[in-house]
């Protein structure tokens, strides 16, 4: 499979999580470890449900302990980390420092074996980032008119670890992405004994909601994280890295032709930056040098 099939592959997940706040609002009062629990089981068997057709798929559980700390931490400590954010600092100001994990992801993307960090890389994630800041803030000033919180240096903590789960994963390449099936059940696990430590159990209360959860567990907290896997480990990761803004981006459209938003100038805008940032980003990838022929 191609390194441009890979990085489109890997982009995959990126528009997967265009639909998370969708769904997750569609989810109605489910507290946010009883979700992730939920969630992440659903993502679980959604990847044990292949393993009839191939049945070599679960031998790739086996794997060294550093493979599962890395693969647990990211998908269980980014979301732990960043629901404790939420809880001590504003949300918006707590999702924009999350935000720098892909500006973050590219620069660390440099020190991997044959991946060589060039201007136009950086041009294009912080083109991203400033439409991502457009998006978040709808072009309004943004100040800690609060002062630094603890939950600012959690949301900066969720940037690193996401960044870093990204590039260690790209590091564990011999790691097949069959093994994200245990890290999602594992996760949920933790998340379970954390609903039951600091939350009380709300059920969801229609079907609708129920098919929210079902809808995040299959596509945004299921199908985007063997995606991402597969993007980061074959594909181009400063691109991904990059091209990961308009996540936020496309979030937004979302809800707002679902009617849970308003439009704003700032959405037109954004989707200039981001595309143009991605595609700066990707050039390489893009318009490959055709040698002459003789």
Known sequence: MSRKISTGIGFLAVLMWAVLALLTAASGQVPPFELAAMTFFIGGVLGVMTWPFRPNARKALKQSPLAWLVGIGGLFGYHAVYFSALRSAPAIEASLIAYLWPLFLVVASALLPGEKLRVHHLVGVVLGLIGAVLVITKGEHLSLSEGIKPGHFLALACAVIWAAYSVLSRKLG???????????????????LCHFAF??????????????????????????????????????????????YASPLLSTLVLVATGFAPAHWSVGVACLLITLGAVIAAKDLLFRRVAPSD
């Open 174 to 192: 011999d790691v097949p992405t069959d093994a994200v099936v245990g890290f999602c059940l594992v996760t949920a696990f933790l998340a379970m």
């Open 199 to 244: 939350e009380d159990t709300v059920w969801p209360a229609s079907l609708s909601e129920w098919a929210a959860i079902i809808g995040l567990g299959v596509l945004p907290v299921g199908a985007a994280f063997y995606a991402w896997d597969h993007g980061v480990k074959k594909g181009d990761i400063m691109v991904l890295g990059a091209a990961s």
